[in-house]
């Protein structure tokens, strides 16, 4: 009788503890299942921009045979440009302008991607003096890390300091971008890098400058809600010639950064040259 109790007993507790088991299985599973639908459900959707912001260029007007690309149409001509930072070095202006270069949109500064220090591109005044000495018309462009609304008028504010003794005749342009795996940037969402954008925008155009974003063919369209920017602020595109023949890019912007290892006299490395369509 004993030993048939101790039976009874050590089956009790191993049905028992497969019962607690079971539950806690079934426990883990719901709050697994609970986090991938709560993951699935933060997934932003992507809404296609309006079609009515479709551009209307016909690349079979490009003249594309140099390194100097030329488009006209009835609507639009343009005009040719390259950007440049302390990466290009010392420059020749003079030869820059010789060469044909008409624009120049160069670096003001950046903030750090992982700092979120405000700096000053090193070669920034020597371009700025050297284009404008040359005859070239100027725009600036600066490098943000912005987090918040508040840093991205920080950055405004600081470009603005930074151009008040220049003559600027073009686009004072945001640029964001991905640099690495401790960018600060990774903590924004799609609604938050737009607001970034708009925000440095708004304050750059309250002080009568033409404001412009920055991104590749794949960060206006998917890291940025541009239908929410593209009433209000033009578009510089960057899709490189060497793997397309036209902009990746289907919506509406005014200029094209179409080569990232452009040569050109005056500057010993390679430059991004750039075409600004203009409407007639």
Request: charged letters at 25%.
């Amino acid at each position: 009788m004993v030993r048939k109790r101790k039976k009874k007993i050590r089956v009790g507790r191993i049905i028992l503890l497969a019962g607690i088991a079971a539950a806690i299985i079934i426990a883990v599973s719901a709050v697994f299942s609970s986090c991938i639908s709560r993951s699935a459900s933060s997934l932003e959707p992507t809404p296609t921009p309006d079609p009515r912001y479709l551009n209307s260029y016909d690349w079979s007007n490009l003249n594309a045979d140099s390194d100097i690309y030329i488009y006209e149409d009835d609507s639009y001509t343009s005009r040719y440009g390259i950007d440049v930072s302390f990466h290009q070095g010392v420059i020749d202006w003079q030869k820059v302008k010789a060469s044909g270069v008409e624009f120049a949109i160069i670096r003001v500064g950046y903030r750090g991607y992982e700092s979120g220090i405000l700096n000053e591109d090193t070669k920034f005044r020597a371009n700025m003096e050297g284009a404008a000495a040359a005859g070239i018309d100027l725009g600036v462009y600066f490098f943000s890390s912005a987090i918040t609304r508040e840093e991205a008028e920080e950055e405004a504010a600081y470009v603005l300091n930074e151009i008040k003794d220049y003559s600027i005749t073009c686009p004072v342009v945001y640029d964001m971008e991905n640099v690495g795996s401790n960018d600060r940037i990774a903590v924004l969402d799609l609604a938050s890098r737009t607001e970034m954008a708009a925000a440095f925008c708004a304050k750059i155009k309250a002080a009568v400058y033409e404001p412009m974003v920055y991104g590749s063919a794949n960060w206006l369209s998917t890291m940025l809600q541009t239908w929410n920017l593209q009433d209000s602020y033009p578009f510089w595109v960057a899709s490189y010639h060497q793997t397309v023949k036209d902009p990746e890019y289907p919506y509406v912007f005014e200029m094209w950064q179409y080569d990232n290892t452009g040569t050109i006299d005056g500057i010993d490395k390679s430059v991004d040259l750039n075409i600004w369509l203009k409407k007639k």
